[in-house]
């Protein structure tokens, strides 16, 4: 039996059961027909497959309305508390793939309010400059430059506030309590903050002055977030918005969720070939404690860090996968070689990627909503 | 004794005992030593000599300052929740004196957004649209068109958030309940509003990036606010700012605070002559069932609204005022006659301050914070 867990959309902790924890918060599996359902609109993304994005709320109506002609907007977003590490664009990657099969419009916010409010030591400064450079990955990872647009909680305030204000008469500190956890201590900037992440699910109709559906990829440890912004939606007149949502990203130390926290555990995008072969070589595996025993008796990859590296991200191919399961579990193949593998991969994709981050600089500003700099 | 009372920024009930309010509030009393070194810069204005502003926080810390060649920026501000009455322009009033007497610059906040969250039927159309013409009535009262800003939140919030952010990351939940009395049922909006309430107070000194004192003249019902807002100052590196506090203005039914849920007590500035002689003419007085008893026992002016409109803003002349009441007290003076002298002033002020509000329009976009426009 598992462990007790906690997912919050601020704190991830323990050995999470995330069949539980869906039932916990009341979300719906991505069950085999919805899965051929999406089939239907292509090639099914790999973290679709293997269950990654798992769970959903009203995916089924954000599709219904877009098979009458009603295209959703995409929303996803980004506390800028540091640097981005691969467990940030996990679910980045996925949103991109959406934005290209439903040919879809997207906002992508960056709470610099939230993480002032919620990090003691945070300036605003601090929070603003990390949002650029979080950004800067984001868009690295191909998004439509034309469709897309980021969103700063402090710089898009005035369009944002009124929307904000509207959710915030509708959620009472009884409700905020129950669903976020918040006690005496927590400060009232933080109780009020939920309203401005509700915002860009509604900012569209209000701009557009009619409904227009949002869909809503991300970590599940936002639900609690979303199903408060759900809630207030019909008294507003708003349409409720979708969410799918996937499994935190694991740490390289074999923990639930890559975290900041564990610098050695965590692949930051800026990280350089040195420092990634060094993290990935002290990574949790499922190997035995000798060369012979696991000739001998195999490895498991279930608890092994550098499989879930491959598995999340790094392979795409699920023949492959398999292959490399199998030789894992039959003690052909041993850590080491695995490590050197995926150190290989990762200083690839992030060569690339850090190439294109530098570009980006190009065109952030030109992606901005209502055209704020920074 | 007096029997109990509730005063908060949003609920005044009761029979209000002013002195055990500043004792529950934990504010100074204007005493004569204050009131005789006030008398250093010029003329006491009527409500300083009448005790209607009667109470402070650090009125001697902001003058020090002041004297010393450190200017402070006057603020004060209005809930645009309906017209404007005659308790309202009270205190405006004693503004305009201040800003002339110490040629200070001025903020006036319109709080759209609080009075959207603490109002239940409230929309923000509706609450930006009263302070409008709210600002009209105070440009009427002859403020400096040059260094007064108006500031409206929702338009000036993209300035205001961050300020309000690191106020409200200093109040906690315990604080917020303690003070302004919330509980499950308020909404989040109306617990984080506070912050919003805070910010032109240390507005000019975030512009000017050094210290600028403030000087609050309001409604001691404020006095929540601006405890939080004193409190969090320290931690933010700005100055505390001072206050200065009157009591409410009476409504017509002998009630201590004016209040626009009973209209026939409460004279608004856009009332019309047959209006404010109709709702004078059934005013609470203090005189007797009959003219025989009246010219016998003499009237009490201590409890009659007649001349509590004198003494808070109609007699400007203390001899007059004293005459006023002996002549009461004497059974000399009848309330219709009272009546009707009060009627005629009304009407003389009111006739003049519609003037000067229709001519407001001319220069209420001259006088916004930013530039901002209705």
């Not at 996925?94 to 919620?118: A, G, P, S």
């Amino acid at each position: 039996m598992a462990e007790d867990f906690t997912v919050t959309p601020w704190e991830v902790t323990g050995d999470i059961d995330y069949e539980l924890l869906a039932e916990r918060f009341g979300t719906s599996p991505i069950d085999d027909k919805l899965l051929s359902r999406l089939k239907g609109y292509g090639d099914l993304h790999m973290m679709l497959r293997r269950g990654i994005f798992y769970s959903h709320r009203d995916l089924n109506v954000i599709l219904d309305e877009y098979d009458k002609g009603n295209k959703f907007i995409l929303y996803t977003g980004r506390g800028p508390s540091g640097h981005t590490h691969l467990g940030h664009i996990m679910p980045w990657m996925f949103n991109k793939w959406v934005q290209d099969k439903f040919d879809v419009d997207m906002y992508f916010q960056f709470t610099d309010d939230e993480k002032f409010l919620f990090k003691q030591d945070a300036t605003l400064q601090d929070t603003k400059k990390m949002a650029y450079e979080n950004a800067l990955d984001m868009i690295a990872l191909g998004f439509d430059t034309k469709r897309t647009k980021i969103i700063l909680d402090t710089e898009n305030v005035k369009t944002m506030y009124p929307i904000a204000l509207k959710v915030a008469k509708k959620i009472n500190l009884s409700t905020a309590k129950a669903v976020f956890g918040f006690d005496n201590t927590t400060n009232i900037g933080s109780i009020f903050y939920t309203s401005m992440q509700s915002v860009p699910a509604f900012l569209a109709s209000e701009l557009a002055g009619r409904n227009i559906p949002c869909l809503i990829p991300c970590g599940i440890d936002q639900d609690p977030h979303f199903r408060a912004c759900r809630d207030v939606a019909p008294g507003l007149g708003y349409m409720k918005p979708g969410q799918i949502y996937c499994k935190m990203f694991p740490g390289l130390s074999g923990a639930d969720k890559m975290s900041s926290s564990d610098p050695m555990a965590t692949i930051y995008t800026t990280d350089n070939q040195k420092e990634v072969k060094k993290k990935v070589g002290k990574a949790f595996t499922g190997g035995c404690v000798s060369v012979e025993e696991q000739r001998e008796k195999g490895g498991n990859p279930e608890v092994c860090a550098i499989f879930k590296y491959n598995y999340y991200l790094f392979e795409n191919d699920d023949g492959k996968l398999n292959e490399l399961s199998k030789k894992c579990r039959s003690g052909e193949i041993l850590c080491g070689e695995c490590k050197a593998a995926l150190t290989e991969r990762i200083n690839v994709f992030l060569e690339k990627h850090q190439e294109k981050r530098e570009k980006a600089k190009d065109v952030i500003h030109d992606m901005t909503f209502e055209g704020f700099r920074w």
